[in-house]
């Protein structure tokens, strides 16, 4: 095969391959699934092989097939970053629409198709300058996702002095994190609901209940600060990497090694694990990705494209809990960090656990509400809480049926986020109310009779394992500062809240 049509056949699939590698070296930290990776370009590659019959059937050219392919993909890919960018501008914001946008992209490609079928061109230069250009993006994109990947970390563990003591009669260990969770109080002032009956349950169960404050106000900084009891605000640039590593590897985390040292098995359940190859085609990745290409067109409109990924989030609810149970029944000492999206956005559940697809779709995967909420959203927030408080007290009494010897911590990252409308500093402060929404979360604790009765010392998420090593293990870690942080979305400058 000659050189020429080799790079015909290469350049539209090298640009698919660019622009998801782009987006990929774009969210870096993130902790992306490499199988989503492999599995959109798979998807992308399969879509173009499609397209190019088709154009080679119409034109009986590889050079124009390959032209007009590259071109098509092109403004397919980008099409979702160049929205955004029009739409920044205010002038152009009213002008560059979806309704406006589509048809003159399919009136310019249908003119170019005719145009190519007319004409005899060759496109050998085009083609060389796009193939040497694609594949030196490329290689600056796949650098720096090795850096990245090979950047060391600080373990924080190992400025931990403690000492270990294996004891065969240590109690099982279940940490359930349960997303978006807020205190009873605002449950009762801003949705009207009274949330007593849970607490009323999980006390006459033996579990101790405190209202914590967060000490950020986003999962990706609050969780890690959690299990790792350090802060994001005072580390180095490899600690906080490293930090945000364990968000989805417990097991890397300062209280994933103790667990580990002290002979435990590491458990990891979360409704947003990648549970197979054909869950990592609806990952958040590939999300995020419908949100860059011109599927935006289909995800910004009143069809349920986004049902997709919420169905995943379902299904896998169900199933971690039951793997949570199973745990339970284990003989070997388990140590288990369970993380639920529900009772978060999107509202996948009704009361009594039965589909409820119907959220909007600009609210289903943002970490914020876009704008206050509405009785609506607030309803179905409530519906999905009673179903997320029935199953949780269902697997709790299977646990505890099977031994008493366990510490159970259940507690959510954060709290309500734009109940109020923002979740912005107001003149370089933030309001009472929005403090309290925003940082009000939920602590419930079992533990077994040995364990010293401490934990009415804990005011923050960031103490929460530091107290319980203390009291149940003999281990001394001090606590840290009970400091709360806020910062603006996608920024990580973190403003201390007095």
Excluded at 384 to 412: D, G, P
Aim: net charge negative; glycine share 2%; with cysteine.
């Amino acid at each position: 095969m000659k050189i020429s049509n080799l790079i015909y056949i290469l350049n539209p699939f090298i640009l698919g391959t660019f622009f998801v590698l782009f987006l990929f070296s774009s969210n870096l930290g993130e902790i992306i699934v490499p199988l989503e990776i492999f599995s959109l370009i798979l998807i992308v590659t399969l879509f173009e092989a499609i397209i190019f019959a088709i154009l080679f059937i119409i034109f009986r050219n590889l050079s124009k097939s390959s032209f007009s392919l590259t071109i098509i993909m092109f403004i397919f890919l980008s099409y979702g970053y160049f929205y955004d960018l029009f739409n920044q501008l205010d002038f152009l914001g009213n002008i560059f629409r979806h309704r406006y946008l589509v048809p003159l992209i399919l009136l310019f490609l249908a003119f170019l198709l005719i145009y190519l079928k007319r004409k005899d061109r060759d496109f050998k230069s085009f083609s060389k300058i796009i193939f040497i250009s694609l594949t030196v993006l490329i290689f600056i994109n796949a650098f720096q996702i090795i850096s990245f990947n090979q950047k060391t970390s600080t373990i924080l563990s190992k400025n931990l002095n403690i000492e270990y003591e294996k004891n065969e009669n240590s109690p099982d260990v279940f940490h359930l994190v349960l997303d978006m969770y807020p205190t009873n109080e605002i449950l009762e002032s801003r949705f009207n609901f009274n949330n007593d009956k849970f607490s009323e349950e999980l006390n006459l169960l033996g579990f101790s209940n405190e209202d914590l404050k967060a000490n950020y106000i986003r999962t990706m900084y609050s969780l890690p600060s959690t299990f790792n009891m350090s802060h994001f605000y005072n580390s180095g640039q490899d600690e906080i990497i490293y930090m945000k590593e364990t968000l989805k590897k417990f097991h890397k985390s300062v209280e994933g090694q103790i667990a580990n040292k002290l002979g435990y098995n590491i458990h990891e359940i979360s409704t947003n694990d990648v549970k197979g190859f054909h869950s990592s085609f609806l990952g958040d990745f590939s999300r995020v990705f419908t949100r860059t290409n011109i599927l935006r067109v289909i995800d910004d409109s009143p069809i349920p494209f986004h049902n997709l990924w919420i169905n995943k989030n379902q299904k896998y609810f169900l199933e971690n809990l039951e793997k949570l149970s199973d745990i339970s029944n284990d003989p070997n000492k388990t140590w288990t960090y369970f993380y639920s999206r529900p009772p978060h956005p999107p509202f996948i559940f009704n009361e009594d656990g039965s589909k409820n697809l119907n959220a909007n779709p600009y609210n289903s995967f943002s970490e914020d509400l876009s704008d206050s909420w509405t009785i609506e959203e607030k309803n179905n927030f409530i519906n999905q809480l009673k179903y997320v408080n029935k199953t949780i007290i269902e697997v709790i009494r299977k646990i505890l049926s099977n031994s008493n010897n366990v510490i159970i911590i259940i507690h959510s990252d954060h709290g309500i986020t734009n109940m109020s409308g923002t979740d912005k500093l107001i003149n370089g402060k933030l309001p009472e109310e929005i403090y309290e929404e925003l940082f009000s979360t939920i602590s419930y604790i079992y533990t077994p009779e040995f364990c010293t009765k401490e934990l009415s010392s804990i005011k923050t998420n960031i103490n929460i394992i530091p107290s319980l090593l203390r009291s149940c293990f003999d281990i001394e870690v001090e606590n840290k500062e009970d400091l709360k942080f806020w910062n603006a979305s996608n920024e990580e400058e973190f403003i201390l809240i007095e």
